[in-house]
């Protein structure tokens, strides 16, 4: 079996709210991530999957394919976008970095032939990132 | 839904490996140039990998502030601008960043918010070790055993 990985990019903007506390509450729990105009990062998206190499390609999987998969269910919807006032899984959902992995899983769950998602890892900076694995 | 939060600190130090149970040929044959007798420092990258569910409330494995003021105080504060040498955990062990890891893998494992996984430190850009109590890292884990 083999890991394969792929990375995009994308630059968004976002805030942390909690809508169920108070603004105080928000403040003291978020800190300057709770201002309500947003700010904004790039972030760094790598996809792992897994799978076996097809024998007459020499593929896990078609890059070119998995490149414009990413392109399609990710990054032309978070790209250039405000996460939690454009991107309908952050109306619900706090878009941290942890709930961005989870959302992006989600986003690629068996949509990308001959190989399984192993790992969606998101970088919100160089020192700061998290990792899914598709964990209930 | 459980996830992986990741961050990376920062710090520089000097040290130099030597072992009293050498003697001082033996100390220049197995350590090298790292053995030089007034030590030498390197930028290191720490980076510390912490497990648990999402917090439906914050978004959060655990708060980010609250890790990083522990590590200001038990990880930066102790070993940034210091010779590694003279401190307590060396006092009878090598500072090799074998060494190193273990100690900060214990002494992250008191972080109380989430669940440690494994530490991974670079010594330079060429070097770099992992320590997950004893298990393998969890990139190097047989698939389906994470």
Not at chain 1, 96 to 121: F, G, S, Y
Not at chain 2, 39 to 61: C, E, K, L, R, W
Not at chain 2, 83 to 110: G, H
Request: charged share 25%.
């Amino acid at each position: 079996m083999i890991f394969l990985t792929r990375k995009a990019e994308f630059s968004s903007s976002h805030f942390y709210w909690n809508p169920q506390w108070s603004p105080e509450e928000n403040q003291r729990v978020f800190g300057k991530c709770a201002n309500r105009n947003g700010h904004g990062h790039n972030y760094t998206l790598e996809v792992t999957v897994a799978g076996e190499v097809d024998p007459t390609s020499g593929f896990v999987v078609d890059l070119k394919e998995l490149k414009d998969i990413l392109e399609r269910e990710v990054v032309s919807v978070y790209d250039h976008r405000h996460l939690n006032l454009e991107v309908p899984e952050f109306k619900s959902a706090i878009p941290t970095t942890e709930n961005i992995a989870v959302a992006i899983w989600n986003r690629l769950d068996n949509k990308i032939p001959n190989a399984r998602l192993h790992r969606v890892r998101v970088y919100e900076m160089p020192d700061l990132f998290a990792d899914y694995y598709g964990e209930p | 839904m459980k996830a992986y939060l990741n961050r990376r600190y920062h710090f520089s130090a000097s040290h130099r490996l030597h072992t009293d149970v050498f003697d001082t040929a033996k100390n220049r044959e197995v350590f090298g140039k790292c053995n030089n007798p007034h030590g030498h420092g390197h930028n290191y990258t720490v980076q510390v990998t912490f497990s648990g569910p999402i917090d439906p409330a914050t978004g959060m494995v655990c708060n980010l502030a609250d890790l990083d003021s522990f590590a200001q105080e038990n990880l930066i504060s102790r070993f940034d601008h210091m010779n590694l040498n003279t401190l307590d955990t060396f006092a009878d062990k090598v500072s090799t960043t074998e060494n190193l890891s273990i100690e900060i893998y214990r002494l992250f494992q008191s972080f109380p918010a989430a669940h440690l996984e494994q530490v991974h430190i670079e010594e330079t850009s060429n070097n770099s070790f992992d320590f997950a109590g004893g298990r393998a890292p969890l990139e190097m884990r047989t698939p389906g055993t994470i």
